[in-house]
Every structure is written in structure tokens, then in C-alpha cells.
């Protein structure tokens, strides 16, 4: 039940039934929206109707809004209708309208705000994705929980999601891993290496890599050469370091459907052409290649210019800025080629919608990528980026910087193991995803309502808290949410429990514009101003014993009272439940 879309519909059936309405096109009407105002004194909702329409109507907006509004005085539902501004037009609702609110709440439990916007179209959600030559590190982390909320929001509201990584196995810097791997070998098996060598990794977690390479193999590959001992150590080392991914993932509660292997575009089986070919060929038959020399850019040169002819891709003719290289002159495929051949599996395996969540350094990759979806699929798919900013690790306001165990960078897990995983998860998700994010690990364990995360849980584990003293105060009542559906919501009448209601009114809506935006943030933004009207109406009622959740003297009255809480308590846990955050019963 949207209640914004709901009345978005009404008024739309008001403006149809107008003299001029065969002037109005139902894109026309599309247009027409109603939000809750900036200003809650303004009303309960708000409508730009005469705003979008005064022109393709040919009247003026306030003339228009005046037909509104004469229209929505006569709905049932509606108490109040003011015109304002230019010609928006507020109305408040009657009380009996949102107390309907919360049978539907408790009925639908965290069901409560799904849809079938999604209409079961796949998906692909693809985060993280770190080359896996190390540990997860803070900047990954807001990457993983970023995409793993968005792939729940998506899921939500009816989408048929996967959840991806792909595994960064075929470049150059798998080789440096094998070597740095071979070097931690060596030491376990009592060689004196000394100093790391420069363009080596030099993190401790090596060690341990080292010593499981040693367990398995003993001393017998120093009897190798290196074009016999690298394929070993390079497969050794690559499923070290995504068991040591998953890992870490997994403090976060982060996980992925798929692990795809960058490897596999290159592999041949039975003579058949690898995936990377079979893209490079069908390019070729649709005309979508060249041969062909590109001028020098602007600035530092990339990696994959040369000065030569090379098989280019037609970039420009989808979008990009440039024309981007498939095969250098000398024969080998471009970092670029990889990504056009795995574009071309998740499309092959029927995704309509391939979102990238990457970091804010892959900015260049926006265009270039838009431009594959496009050239692979026709248009038929449709490529969203979402890129994360950095993370700033603070203590106390001073910038923390360093890890031993990295060699260079503080590890997700340490954050974890730190702070807590709902903290972490949460706070990643209180800025929007491109707008830098300052994280503090002494302000985001403090428990005030300066702490987003606390305040949003707190709030959860104070609904609780209520039920705990009723059970112990009414222990004849019938808490079950079938009782309190029966509940008269009429006694809802003071102005702080309709403003709680009308906040849970919001929710469908929020989920519905934070899925259609692929924003999770917009969720955890919501919880928070939840969470603070409950605490608000709560310390009222400390001032105001006529206002508390539980009145002896008064069974009809609390039991209304109580379905207003757990309904609380139920978006509270719901929107918890999709940004993958726990909803404490109790905060220790």
C-alpha cells in the first residue's frame, strides 16, 4: 500500500474527468506526483498536479489547482485542501485514513513496502570484485555493502537478482602474487630473504600462504624452474587469497551467487574458441571492429595505446569518447577486451540490467562500459555504475592510516573486528555512495543519538522493550498481531501518533524510489528519521504519562497503542533486514 501512489492515481482520476482532459496525454500525467511536503505543517501530502499540467492544459496553474482541489474535497479520506505557492495543492488526511495504515502493517509484517516493481527481471549486481592479490581492505568494504544492500533493495521489490564477483585472475599482477607467494615459501623452508624486493607484496598475510605452500609441497618446488613452478604457485596463491576474501566477506555478512573467473574468457576447451574469441569473432561478423590507429590522448598515456594498428572496437558510434583497443599489434588481448567478453556471458546468460558497483578510481570505465552494454545487447540491456568514494578512517578525529598486516592499508576485517559488523554496514550506507565518507571508530560505537546506527537500533530495541513491560503489566492481553489488527485505531488521535503512522505511510514509497534510483542510502536516511519521531513521541511521554504505550486503567487504549509500536518495530526491522543490519531486541 503506497499511499503517495495511491493518491497520485486519485488525482489523476480528477484531472481525467476535467473538460479539457483530452488535451492531457498520459505521459502528461505521468508527470503528476504526490509526496509528502517539505514542510509538515504544510499537510500530509502534497501534489505539483496544476504545476506539470497548467501548460499542455492551456490554464493557469492556480486555476488548475482550484479543480483539484474542489475534486479532492470530496474524497472520503481527505480532512483539509489548501492551494499554495504557485499552485500546489496540500491536503491533510483524516485520522481514520491512517489508523487503516497499520492493520495493513501488521498484517504484511516486514512484507510490508515489497512490490512487483522488479516484475522478476535478472539482474546482475557485480561489487567488490577486488583483484585478489591481498585482503579486503576499507575501501572494498564500502563497495561490498553498497552492493550487497542494493542487490536486497532490488530483491525486494521484485527483482530476480544475482549476486556477482569477478575474480581479477589473468593479469600481471597474478604473476607478482606467485612470485611474492614463492618468496614467503622460501622463508618457511628456513632461506634468509631479507627485505621484501620492491614491486613485490610485502603484507605479512603472505606468510601464512607460504607455509601452507611449504605443508603441501615441501621443498620440491625450489627444485623447479620458474615456468614449472609459477602455473602451481599462481593456482595456489589465487585460491588462498578468495578463501581469504570470502572470508572477510563474510565478517560483513557479505555474499555473492557467482564467482567468475576472468580466466575462463581465455580458456579453450576441445578446440572450441574461448569466450574472449567467440566475442572477438562476432564483433567482427556485426562490424563493430577495425583495424585501425588511434591519435595519442590528452595527458598520461594509458597502457593500451600504441602508436600502431591495432583491432579497435567502435566505441565512439555507442557513446564513448574514443575508440577503445581489443588486441594490441603483437597479438594479445587488452585489459578492455576482457571486460567486452564478460559483458557478453552476463548477457548470454540473460540479464537485462548489469549493474557494476565500483570504486570512485574506475570513473573512466562509466562511458566505455555503457557503450558495451549497448553494442552487445542491441540496447536490449541496460548498464548501470554506481561508484563509490573513498573512505577516511578516523580515531578520535585523527586520520588512522596504517596495517601491519596489509603492509600499507587498514583491512575490512580489522574495521570489523573493531567496531561490529552492523556499524560498518550501516555507516557505509549513511552517505550516498559518491560522496566521500569519513568514518570514525569512536563515534560510530558511542551510543547517542549523534550515532546514526545506535539510534536506529535503539529505537527497535525500545519497541521491544514495551512489549517486554506489557507481558509483565497485562500478562492476560493478546499481544499476537492478529489481537491487535482488532484493536480500535480510532483512540490513535493525538498528533504524535498520526505523525508516527504517516512516517510508516512513507515506507513503500521510499523503497519504491530508492530501488527505481538504485540508492540503498535513501533507506538508511528513512530509519533514521523513524527511529528519531519514536524517540521523540517516547520522551513526551515521560512528561506526559496520558501519552505512554501502556496504561493499566486503559486496556482498549494500550492495546491500540501497542499495534502502533509493533507496527514501529516492524518497518524498523524490515528496512534493518534489507540494508543487512541486525534489529537488537535489547542494546547491551
Known sequence: MNVFAEFAERVRAIVRGLDFA??????????????????PAHGDLATNAALVLAKPARRKPRDLAELIAEGLKADADVETVEIAGPGFVNLRLKSSYWTGLLAKVLDEGQGYGRSSRGAGVKVNVEYVSANPTGPMHVGHCRGAVVGDALASLLAFVGYDVTREYYINDAGVQIDVLARSTFLRYRETLGEEIGEIPSGLYPGDYLVLVGKALAEAHGDKLLKMDEDDWMPVVR????????DMIRDDLQTLNVRHDVFYSERTLHQRKDGAPSEIDAMLDELRTRGLVYEGSLPPPKGQL????EDREQTLFRATDYGDDIDRPLKKSDGPYTYFAADVAYFRSKYLRDFKQMIYVLGADHGGYVKRLEAVGRAISGGEAKVIVRLCQLVKLFRDGEPVRMSKRSGDFITLREVVDEVGQDPVRFMMLYRKNDAPLDFDF??????SKDNPVFYVQYAHARCMSVFRQAAAELPDLDLSNKALMEADFSKLDDRGELYLIAKMAEWPRIVDSAAAAREPHRLAFYLNELASALHAHW?????????RFINVEGLDLSRSRLALVRSIATVLASGLSVLGVDAPDEML
Not at 594509458?302 to 595505446?305: K, L
Not at 520522551?539 to 501519552?547: A, I, Q, V, Y
Open 442 to 447: 569512536a563515534k560510530v560505537t558511542e551510543q
Open 22 to 39: 483530452a488535451d492531457l496525454s498520459d505521459a502528461d500525467l505521468a508527470r503528476l506526483v504526490v509526496e509528502p511536503p517539505r514542510d
Open 302 to 305: 594509458p597502457e593500451d595505446w
Open 235 to 242: 593456482n595456489f596463491s589465487i585460491d588462498a587469497m578468495m
Open 539 to 547: 520522551n513526551k511521554g515521560k512528561d506526559s504519562p496520558k501519552l
